[in-house]
């Protein structure tokens, strides 16, 4: 019982909207970012979600228009004081307006627009270090627009020649942008963010998208019929490969010529490989490859499928999501091409003829698919969102108002052994321990085994994995269109421990939904009606009346719904039946004491009903005109009957009867009496009846006042109309004060205690509703008017404006309105929202923190900074404790309080998670590897997995042979035998690079697997160079044209393939204009291997190729010369820093290959390119451990600095050289001010111990501080 007196003294009446159906201009306007929230646009609103307790913890309301685009600003910068975790979010909408958030608060931090159009497009910048501000917005038609997101400022804009209907940045190279057009692509490769891109970009046509070849043909190219025929039957011929027995595509030859460009729904850079391009139609999805502008895969809708409308590209692993028109999502995953090794997966395009083609094709296998959703006209998906941190959840925002997520799930087949590596029991690291690492991620699931379909065999055996989606949450809002909505009884001092603020709101579908108003939540919902639901009146806190009946037709009568409803059984129960067609119902009011409630309707005389035995008392007389207007009095005669009764000495009824009255949830006032029974026989037999007073005006303006009492009312008095007021259309009564108001806006008070009357005229027509707050003393009410809404407060008799809204001006239109507390009033609106405004009617939005959550939400973003940080220190690494501890201790008395919300925050994480952190097996890096994760840090997430990945690497890789051979024994006891399935190539093979020939693959061997692709350039030079040739082979398999085949053959020569290359140059047809020097070419590539002293000749040659801008000539000559430093160097003189590395990667040996990826890593710590986190990855993948220390030391990032040094400490790898010995130091130290100031106290201390000199110092600091 105390709990729950705590619970609703803290009741969060905050002002606030709770969200129903989406307009179709919310469609794709849905974003999931590396905060781990959700927004979604619904109508003008911004909602956000938090998927894992799926609870809405914000509305952001500022928007006139629909919002068309949601995006989270993104985490890739090193988090510190200056540079919290918060939630930044920027939407855009139908009239071109951007609103960047503080979600948090939920406040603008800026507000700017071009133009009045929609946004067609936008995105956060993120690929330099300067600023995390930058945003790129797309205006109609064709205006691309860089934006200062903190200040609203336009920094600078660049208009096309084409209409551009969206864009895609290239995720591996910033200056790389895609526009989509309605017929066309538009490329730049000009994006830069200091000065106006200059040219109108390429633009390309798409020829037959729906044959199976689609290449990208340039303006004004041209290229012969035959030839295009040809290369379609080609790729068509390749495609039925690709497909297995998928239908013939004759059917779709015909019409290809007219299937234009225009029918693409989604462009999409690939997330996860560089220089791909995802083309979306409904029935396929094209993969071009830039390089060669030729589509290399190709991923038709199943023949019984659903049309695809949405594509989401992951990165951590090679895998498509797919949204299907029926509401289901598939996941495909792209197979290993080397298809002579591995022959296709059971089900899924198997090849009958023997033996298999070879298909360098890219290809995806679905390997899992969620349940699709009743779509109908109503409720269809919107739009799709991944979460980026796990890539395994998945949001579908459904027109409805409804949220659906879903979660890929590994199935547990057989279990995955986990052999361990036979360790020195010696060896404290890596930490062993029955602790299994948790699956945080979609690429924690796969990438180790190959996947699989669910019923394949393997995944019994544990040699294969196999994935399924799981729906883990569900999130309802408001049923659209509502039509009524009614607050339950106001708190009062006597309900106060019993009391929910619960809202009934009512729709035009005849669904009663019950609403928590303090935390927002859809409680309950109850299907009570067929028709609108036309009214809802509350008879105690658990029950209500509610009334409905369909439009009426010509003759005016209707079939009347009258129900009552009990909330806590969700009991149903009709009242009024069996009655035939009638005048319809207009008015239904509960008695003040709830003993009586009175049915009014259109032209048929008023009913009297006991609300206690819900029996019909009275009508009134045919005589009597029908009311217009009714209200109950709010005085009555309760005391003298307490007096009465007392003095009867009934003291046990009286004071039973006044708990029940006070109580205002169950009145024991019974009023049974249908007799008429004389005083004294009631006074034996019955509980005494209260008086109770009505009013109702006709249409006249006539005022009737009747007294009830039991079972029978008396006409008491009339009070003839007043001159100048119209029909009246509601009345209130509160107090001594009677509200009129009338059909032509004006309203007249009474004050019955003074005897007193003012009308005055509001000039804002017909007055539909007039409330009092609740409250004693608090005079305020509302009035509600066709086009809008007032509130006013009435000081000694006179009515005064307080605030005033119109619709559609300040608010779509209000279909009803009712008070939620005193001074909070709360609007159904013509979107299907329910708004809850503050008095002055400003705003309906307000921080999270005033927000009520049944659940406890976990998330860093929502703390105050320093509490986030506090935490993140905290469980990253505590050499201080003996023992690992999650609980926070020992802070100063004024951050006790963060304290407490930090271990709050500790608590709420996943047990896995918990158990899992104190023994992470890599120790520190591990650790800190989740902790990116759990936080959502994109930049400490990329920069703990590569240094994890060449920790391990550098301190366990064999170095040679002889190394091998030298260890002996010793070797092997790190590395576990091959398991069996490994040698076995009956799957298919996931993508990434070598995985069948790793020679040291245990469950968890010391070696990881290599990196995925999107690390790109910061790969090992090994998985690099396979993947490399891997491509050049794919773009031999599809060569159409003489350019791409020199291509193909210069490619081939810098990777001293230069076999194939001579064989591509003889390709050359002779009435081509470069049959001659190709010829030469092949002559040269081929003999260049004998001849010793031509070396220095075509050195000369090449470096005057070089000096009179022929590079990529020049180049070739150098690499058939081998010297390919020397080619590396020259492009890096001249700009071409890609291609210089992609050389260095893919030919070099790994000291030449580590000078010009040197050279790289200074290009990109300077101040024009300023992408020093990329240099520090880089830094990594070279080994150049203490340079990264060096480099973090510069960057100010004395946090990763500090847990990089403990991880080189565990892994064996710090030098001990003096310099590093210094850096180390002066790194603790700073580390140590860090802690000292965000008031850790133990962790400050233990770091000043291991800083030498001055730390003693300032260890003495520290202490002062604390004392």
Request: hydrophobic letters at 35%.
């Amino acid at each position: 019982m105390h709990h729950d007196i705590k619970r609703h003294v803290n009741m969060k009446l905050s002002p606030k909207v709770i969200t129903g159906a989406l307009h179709a201009q919310n469609k794709g306007a849905s974003d999931w970012g590396w905060q781990g929230l959700l927004s979604y646009g619904c109508q003008g609103f911004i909602v956000v979600v938090d998927p894992k307790t799926v609870q809405v913890l914000q509305v952001l309301a500022k928007h006139k228009g629909n919002v068309v685009k949601v995006k989270w600003a993104k985490e890739n910068y090193h988090h510190d004081i200056g540079n919290p975790y918060s939630l930044r979010l920027a939407s855009g909408d139908t009239n071109g307006v951007i609103i960047v958030w503080d979600v948090t608060s939920g406040t603008i931090k800026s507000e700017f627009s071009e133009g009045t159009k929609p946004i067609q497009d936008m995105e956060w910048l993120t690929y330099q270090d300067a600023s995390h501000d930058l945003l790129v917005a797309l205006h109609p038609p064709y205006s691309l627009i860089l934006w200062n997101a903190d200040t609203g400022t336009k920094l600078w804009k660049k208009s096309y020649t084409e209409p551009l209907l969206a864009f895609s940045f290239d995720p591996f190279n910033s200056k790389n942008v895609a526009f989509l057009g309605p017929d066309c692509i538009v490329f730049i490769d000009d994006f830069s963010v200091t000065k106006t891109p200059s040219s109108n970009g390429k633009k390309f046509y798409i020829s037959s998208p729906s044959s199976s070849a689609s290449n990208l043909k340039t303006e004004g190219s041209t290229s012969s019929v035959e030839k295009r025929t040809a290369s379609r039957n080609l790729a068509e011929r390749m495609s039925k490969i690709l497909v297995g027995e998928g239908p013939s595509k004759k059917s779709s030859k015909e019409d290809s010529d007219h299937v234009a460009l225009n029918d693409c729904i989604q462009l999409l850079h690939h997330q996860s490989c560089r220089h791909h391009l995802i083309l979306v139609y409904t029935r396929e999805i094209l993969i071009l490859d830039l390089e060669i502008n030729q589509t290399v895969g190709i991923i038709p809708m199943e023949r019984a499928g659903s049309p695809f409308v949405q594509i989401v590209s992951l990165r951590q692993r090679d895998v498509l999501l797919c949204l299907h028109e029926n509401g289901s999502v598939s996941t495909r995953i792209r197979r290993k091409t080397n298809a002579i090794t591995t022959p296709a997966s059971e089900g899924h395009g198997a090849f009958d003829d023997s033996p298999p083609p070879v298909s360098m094709d890219v290809t995806y296998d679905l390997r899992c698919q969620s349940d699709g959703l009743r779509v109908t006209r109503h409720s269809r998906v919107s739009s799709m969102s991944c979460c980026l941190v796990t890539e395994s959840s998945v949001a579908l925002v459904v027109t409805d108002s409804r949220v659906v997520f879903w979660d890929m799930i590994l199935l547990d087949g057989g279990t995955e052994l986990e052999t361990a590596p036979q360790l020195d029991a010696k060896s404290k690291f890596p930490v062993i321990s029955d602790t299994p690492p948790p699956k945080l991620s979609l690429s924690d699931m796969i990438g180790r085994l190959p996947v699989v379909n669910h019923d394949h065999p393997s995944v019994l055996k544990g040699r294969a994995v196999a994935l399924k989606f799981v729906m883990t949450g569900l999130l309802n809002g408001v049923v659209s269109p509502v039509s009524s909505l009614r607050m339950c009884p106001p708190l009062t001092t006597k309900n106060w421990s019993v009391y929910q603020p619960l809202l009934a709101v009512g729709s035009s579908t005849g669904v009663i939904q019950i609403i928590n108003i303090s935390s927002g939540l859809i409680v309950k919902e109850f299907s009570v009606h067929t028709g609108p639901v036309r009214g809802i009146e509350w008879c105690n806190l658990k029950s209500f009346l509610s009334y409905s009946y369909p439009s009426p037709g010509t003759s005016g009568l209707v079939k009347n719904d009258l129900m009552l409803v009990d909330i806590s059984t969700g009991k149903v129960k009709p009242v009024r039946t069996n009655r035939d067609q009638e005048s319809p119902i207009e008015i239904l009011r509960v008695s003040c004491l709830k003993q009586y409630f009175i049915v009014g309707f259109k032209d048929k005389p008023l009913e009297l009903w006991d609300l206690q035995t819900m029996t019909m008392l009275r009508e009134t007389g045919k005589s009597l005109p029908h009311p217009t207007a009714l209200e109950w009095s709010p005085s009555h005669s309760l005391k003298s009957l307490k007096k009465k009764m007392m003095s009867q000495g009934g003291d046990k009824e009286g004071g039973q009867l006044t708990s029940t009255l006070a109580g205002g949830d169950k009145v024991g006032v019974s009023t049974t009496s249908l007799s008429e029974t004389t005083e004294s026989d009631s006074k034996v037999n019955q509980k005494m009846s209260v008086k109770e007073h009505f009013v109702y005006t006709d249409s006249e303006g006539t005022l009737y006042h009747f007294v009830v009492e039991g079972t029978g009312f008396a006409d008491a008095s009339r009070v003839p109309a007043e001159s100048g007021m119209g029909t009246i259309t509601w009345i209130a009564w509160k107090g001594d004060f009677i509200l009129f108001g009338d059909g032509e806006g004006q309203l007249s008070v009474w004050d019955l205690k003074s005897k007193t009357q003012r009308t005055m005229a509001t000039r804002r027509g017909w007055i539909k509703k007039i409330r009092f707050a609740p409250g004693r003393g608090n005079m305020k009410f509302f009035l509600l008017y066709v086009d809008g809404f007032d509130i006013w407060d009435l000081k000694e008799g006179k009515a005064e404006l307080l605030s005033s809204m119109k619709s559609p001006r300040d608010v779509a239109k209000v279909i009803d309105a009712d008070w939620t507390g005193s001074d909070r009033p709360v609007l159904a609106t013509a979107d299907g929202c329910v708004e809850v405004f503050d008095l002055t009617l400003k705003s309906c939005s307000c921080g999270i923190e005033d927000r009520e959550f049944p659940d406890e939400v976990a998330s860093p973003y929502i703390l105050p900074p320093k509490a986030s940080l506090m935490m993140k220190y905290h469980l990253q690494n505590q050499p201080w404790n003996s023992e690992y501890s999650r609980k926070l201790e020992g802070l100063r008395e004024e951050e006790k309080n963060l304290q407490a919300v930090v271990n709050k925050q500790i608590d709420l994480l996943d047990s896995d998670i918990l158990e899992y952190l104190p023994q992470c097996r890599f120790g520190v890096a591990e650790r800190c590897l989740i902790l990116a994760k759990l936080f959502g840090d994109e930049s400490d997430f990329l920069f703990w997995t590569v240094a994890l990945y060449y920790l391990r690497a550098v301190k366990w890789s064999p170095k040679s042979q002889e190394d091998i051979d030298l260890l002996g024994p010793e070797k092997e006891k790190f590395i576990p035998a091959t398991p069996s399935y490994k040698e076995t190539n009956d799957l298919v093979m996931l993508d990434s690079p070598d995985e069948g020939e790793e020679p040291y693959q245990g469950s968890w061997s010391l070696i990881d697997t290599p990196l995925e692709r999107y690390f790109d350039m910061i790969c090992d030079n090994d998985s690099f160079k396979l993947y490399q040739l891997d491509r050049v082979a794919l773009h031999d398999s599809k060569r159409v044209t003489y350019e791409h085949t020199k291509k193909c053959a210069e490619n081939y020569i810098m990777l001293r393939e230069t076999d194939r290359a001579v064989q591509l140059l003889l390709e050359t047809e002779p009435d081509n204009d470069t049959y001659y020097t190709d010829c030469l070419r092949a002559c040269l590539v081929a003999s260049i291997r004998s001849s010793g002293v031509s070396q220095s000749t075509i050195k000369l040659v090449a470096t005057n190729l070089i000096a009179n801008g022929k590079i990529k000539e020049g180049v070739q000559l150098l690499c058939l010369i081998d010297k390919g430093l020397d080619a590396c160097r020259y492009l890096q003189t001249y700009g071409a820093w890609d291609q210089a590395v992609w050389l260095a990667k893919a030919t070099l040996t790994s000291s030449d290959c580590c000078e010009v990826m040197k050279r790289w890593v200074d290009h990109l710590c300077g101040t024009q390119v300023n992408q020093k986190s990329k240099a520090l990855l880089v830094m990594l993948s070279l080994g150049q451990f203490s340079k990264v220390l060096e480099m973090l030391y510069g960057m100010r990032q004395f946090n990763r600095a500090a847990c990089f040094t403990a991880a080189l400490e565990e892994f064996g790898l710090l030098d001990q050289s003096k310099d590093d010995v210094v850096l180390v130091e002066a790194i603790y130290l700073e580390y140590a001010r860090l802690l000292a100031n965000l008031g850790l106290k133990a962790s400050a201390e233990f770091y000043c111990q291991k800083a030498g000199d001055k730390g003693n110092q300032f260890r003495e600091e520290v202490r002062i501080l604390f004392s």
